[in-house]
C-alpha cells in the first residue's frame, strides 16, 4: 500500500469551530489531492497541489482552504465548519499526473453538529 | 454538474456470474478511465484503467469495455466471487493541464451471493 496517513481518521465538531485535516506521505509524490465522498455523489475533488506552496482548486472547493509547505503534507481547513460539510474525506497521491494512478488514503469520517 | 454518470447504483450476481457496471461521460477530453474498487472503511484502490486507444483491457477476471464514439465504459467482472462485493466506480481525467483531476461516477454497491 501507498505510504498515505490520514488523521484524525474520526471527527465530530460542532457547526462554526476550525477544522483541519491532515495528509501525510512517505513517498515523494508531487500531486496531491483532497475529495469528499457522500452517497449518490461518488467522490467530488476539492483542492488538489501540484508541488509545495502550489494549489488548486477543485469541483467543490467553498469553504474549504488548503496549504502545502511541505511535500510530504497537504492541510485541508475548514474555516468554520458547516453540517453540509459532514462527509468522509480522502487525500490521494500520485507521482505524474498524466501517466501514474492515485493511491487513496484510507479516509477521514467527519460529522458536524 | 454530473459529467461521469454511472449504472446501476446496486447489482446483485450470484458467485460465477458476471457483473456489468457501465459509465457514460461528457467530456470529449477525458482521455483516462480508471475503475476503482473500495470496501468498507478502506480509500479506494485502483482496480483497472484504459485510454481511448484501445477498446478493451483485461486483467485477470476483469474487463473494461470502452466505446469512444458512444462516450461509454464499462467493467466485466468474470466468475464473481463473493470477495468481489465492494463499491465500484468509474472516473475520468483529462490530459493537458487538468494535473489528473479525476471526475468520478456515482458509484455501484456490487454484492455477490455464494
Known amino acids: ?113 | 454538474q454530473q459529467q461521469v454518470k454511472q449504472s446501476p447504483q446496486s447489482l446483485i450476481v450470484q458467485k460465477g456470474g458476471i457483473s456489468i457496471i457501465n459509465c457514460a461521460y461528457e467530456n470529449t477530453a477525458f482521455d483516462y478511465f480508471p475503475w476503482y474498487q473500495q470496501f468498507p472503511g478502506k480509500g479506494p484502490a485502483l482496480l483497472i484503467a484504459i485510454r481511448p486507444d484501445v477498446s478493451e483491457k483485461k486483467e485477470g477476471r476483469f474487463t473494461i469495455s470502452f466505446n469512444k464514439s458512444a462516450k461509454q465504459f464499462s467493467l466485466h467482472i468474470m466468475d464473481s466471487q463473493p470477495g468481489d462485493s465492494a463499491t465500484y466506480f468509474c472516473a475520468a481525467s483529462a490530459g493537458g493541464t487538468s494535473y489528473g483531476k479525476l471526475t468520478f461516477g456515482q458509484g455501484t454497491i456490487l454484492t455477490v451471493h455464494p
Open chain 1, 1 to 113: 500500500d501507498a505510504g498515505i496517513t490520514q488523521s484524525p481518521r474520526h471527527k465530530v465538531t460542532e457547526t462554526g469551530t476550525p477544522v483541519t485535516l491532515r495528509c501525510h506521505q512517505t513517498e515523494n509524490h508531487r500531486y496531491m489531492y483532497w475529495y469528499r465522498q457522500d452517497p449518490g455523489h461518488g467522490l467530488r475533488l476539492i483542492h488538489y497541489s501540484y508541488g509545495v506552496k502550489d494549489t488548486d482548486k477543485g469541483e467543490v472547493s467553498d469553504g474549504y482552504s488548503v496549504s502545502r509547505s511541505k511535500t510530504e503534507d497537504f492541510l485541508l481547513t475548514l474555516e468554520s465548519a458547516t453540517s453540509s460539510q459532514t462527509s468522509v474525506y480522502f487525500c490521494a497521491i500520485s507521482a505524474d499526473a498524466f501517466n501514474q494512478p492515485q493511491h487513496f488514503g484510507d479516509g477521514t469520517r467527519l460529522s458536524i453538529l
